[in-house]
């Protein structure tokens, strides 16, 4: 039997319909009911029994989705589906990977837990691994990771001529070797101390670069946008051309974005050019990594 595919918080009708098609999946019906109380029920109109469910939600912004995630697993468990697959194109809380702070806690664990309870298995697209080196640390459910650095890679050499790549902080050295070794370009890691959540500072390695090359700025991740501008001010005077930026995870609102933008161009002297995968869905996507998802559904 076809699996069912359901769209719940995907970020964009371009990978759900890439998936939908490349799996030859049924598109699932369902009525999310909220009460005059606020309250939430699922009513599936499609039939679950036996089959294999898809989920595609992406996971910025998480705290609202969660309980939708829960109910719907739940629902849809009760309602006798065969193995539940949870697609989180961005998965959250990946960067809370220890005690910081004395009297917090590690919410990388409660969040894996939660969805390791509900779901039967998880794909997600480059999460933080950071001081975790697998998702298996601490999912109990087979986990799948799709790594977006071919495709930024082609983007790269597409488009950029002479890209000489940047990583912002040590996490970035896995990313941004492995794109440069793709792109063939030369590469540098800087040093990043946060400080607070709007405070970060950078210092950086000798830079030795040519008229011809322009700074290419990666990470993972682009929440508040203060490392990119921290970055982006630290490498700009080494570099005759403008520095792009490039992030897999577009994690911001759009007030967040307006602010990065005039605080970037406030710093570097110029506008911010960001682009990014369509892991979160957000204007500056350029780069469509649905196909490496399908890739690994399919398999
Ligand atoms: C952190 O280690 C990540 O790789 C990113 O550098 C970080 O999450 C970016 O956050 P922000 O945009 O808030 O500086």
Redesign the pocket.
């Known amino acids: 039997m076809k699996p069912l595919i359901f769209n719940i918080y995907a970020p964009d009708q371009i990978m759900m319909d890439k998936i939908q098609n490349e799996l030859e999946a049924e598109k699932g019906e369902v009525n999310a009911h909220l009460f005059p109380d606020g309250e939430l029920l699922f009513r599936f109109e499609s039939s679950l029994k036996n089959r294999e469910v898809i989920l595609v939600a992406t996971l910025d912004h998480p705290n609202p989705k969660l309980l939708d995630l829960i109910f719907f697993a739940r629902t849809a468990k009760d309602l006798g589906a065969k193995k539940l697959t949870l697609v989180a194109p961005y998965l959250a809380y990946m960067?809370q990977d220890k005690q910081f702070q004395i009297g917090e806690g590690v919410t990388s664990r409660y969040f894996a837990s939660v969805l390791s309870s509900c779901f039967d298995a998880l794909i997600t697209v480059d999460p933080?691994l950071?001081r975790y080196k697998f998702l298996a640390e601490i999912y109990t459910i087979p986990t799948q990771v799709v790594s977006a650095s071919a495709v930024i890679a082609e983007w790269i050499s597409k488009n950029i001529k002479n890209a000489f790549l940047i990583g912002?902080?040590a996490?970035?050295v896995q990313w941004v070797s492995d794109i440069a070794e793709r792109c063939h370009s030369p590469f540098i890691i800087l040093e990043k101390t946060r400080y607070s959540?709007h405070d970060?500072k950078m210092t950086a390695p000798k830079i030795l670069a040519t008229d011809e090359q322009t700074p290419v700025l990666l990470?993972?991740?682009?929440?508040?946008?203060?490392?990119?501008t921290e970055a982006a001010k630290t490498i700009q005077p080494h570099f005759k051309n403008k520095i792009l930026c490039v992030a897999v995870h577009a994690v911001f609102s759009d007030a967040v974005y307006r602010d990065m933008c005039a605080h970037y161009k406030a710093a570097v002297g110029f506008e911010l050019n960001l682009v990014t995968t369509n892991t979160v869905q957000h204007v500056t996507n350029k780069i469509d990594v649905s196909q490496f998802i399908t890739d690994v559904l399919i398999n």
């Open positions: 960067r933080h950071h912002p902080d996490e970035s959540d970060v990470d993972d991740i682009v929440s508040s946008g203060w490392t990119l």
